[in-house]
C-alpha cells in the first residue's frame, strides 16, 4: 500500500514511511488526535512528576519540600510574585530551545549530530566579530547583522561535518564533537587575541554596544523593582519553533528529510535527492544553534568570553529527545528543562540540596521516557507481526 504526500511534487511512498499504519487509509480526525495528545501530555506530566518525587526519596530528600522549592523558584508564589522567576525561567529555555531544535532537524534526517555546543560558539564569535568591527552601524541594523552572522556562520559550521557526512563518509557523530572542540579552542584564541578587549586584562570582547542590545521585555515596576533579563531575543526562540515545524511537516523538503531519516534506501528508491537533503539538514540544524549563540550573546551575555555557553548544546540532545524529537514537543521539553534550571538555585538555597540534583532528574526523566517510548514501539510491532 502507497499513500501520496499530502505536498505537491513529492513522490508516493510506503504507508509505513509517511507515518501511517497499515491498513488505515485516513487518520483520526483532529479533534480525536487533539484529545490524544493532550492525554498523552498529560500522563507524561504525571509521570515525570512521579520520577521526580522518587529521585529525591531515594536521595533521602523530603520530596514536598524540593517539589515547592522547585516550583517558587521557576514560577515565584504570591508572596514574592511571579514575573522574575518566569522570566528566568524563560531565559534559561530560551539557548536550550534553539538548540534543541537543531537536534531535531539533524536526528530527523538521521544524522545524530553532536555539533550544537560548537555551531552554538561559532555563532556567538561571528556575531562578537562583527560587533567589534562594525559597531558604528545603526543599532537594529548591527542586531540584525549579528544574527544574520551567527546564523551563517552555524550552518557553514553544521554544513562542514554534513559534507564529511555525504562527500567522505565520515560519521556525523564523530566529526561534529571534532568539530566542537575545533570551536572551543578557536573562541578561546579570539579573546585573547584579535577579540579581546582593549584593556587587555580578561580573556573576553569589547561589549556589544548598547543600541544593539535586544530590548528588555518586563519593566522593573512590573517586577517590584527588581530588574528583569527576559529579552525580545526569547521571542526568536518561540518563533523558531513554529517555523521549524512548518518546514518538517508542511513542505516538501521537509517531507523529503523526514523519509531519508526513515529510510534512506527507500528515499533513494523514491528518488528523492539524499545528500542534498543531508546537506540542507545539517546547514539547518547549525543556522538554529547559532542563532542560540548570537540571540545568548544579544540577550544576556554582552560580552563573548571563555566557557561562553554551559553546555547548551550538549544538553539540547536531552531536550529534543525528551520532546519526542518533535518541534512541539522540544518546546515542552525545554520548558521543562529551563524551570527545573531555573528552580535549581531556589532548591539548593532553600532546602540545602544541591543543585547537582537536578541533572540526575533530567537524566532520570530522559531515560524514562525513552524507555516507554521504546517499549511501545516494540509492542506495536509485536502486535503487527
Known sequence: MSVRSETPGVPEI????????????????????????????????AGLLALMSLTFLALRINPITALMALWEGAFGNASSGHLYPLSETLVKTSPLL???????????????????EGQLLMGALSAAALARFASSLPGPLLTLLMILAAMAA???????????????????????IMLNYIALALVGWM?????????????????????????RIIPPAWSGGIPTRLHSGVLLAFLAAIVVYLYLYYTAAGFGLRVVGQNPEAARAARFPVPKLRMQAMAISGALCGLAGGVE???????????FSPGWGYTAIPVALLGGLHPLGTVLSALFFGALTAGSGNLERFSGVPSVVINIIQAAAVLAVVGVRAWRARRAGSAED
Open 98 to 116: 534553539l538548540t534543541g531544535l537543531g537536534i531535531v532537524v539533524a536526528w530527523r534526517a538521521g544524522l545524530f549530530s553532536i555539533g550544537a
Open 14 to 45: 510506503p504507508a509505513p514511511l509517511a507515518g501511517q499504519p497499515p491498513g488505515e487509509t485516513t487518520p483520526p480526525a483532529w479533534p480525536l488526535r487533539a484529545l490524544r495528545a493532550l492525554a498523552q501530555g498529560l500522563g507524561y506530566a
Open 297 to 307: 550573546l544579544l540577550g544576556i551575555a554582552i560580552r563573548l568570553y571563555d566557557n
Open 191 to 215: 579573546v585573547r587575541g584579535p577579540l579581546q578587549e582593549r584593556a587587555r586584562i580578561s580573556p573576553q570582547s569589547e561589549p556589544v554596544p548598547d543600541a544593539a542590545l535586544f530590548a
Open 154 to 176: 552555524g550552518a557553514l559550521w553544521g554544513a562542514i561535518a554534513g559534507w564529511l557526512r555525504v562527500r567522505r563518509n565520515v560519521q556525523e557523530v564523530i566529526s561534529t
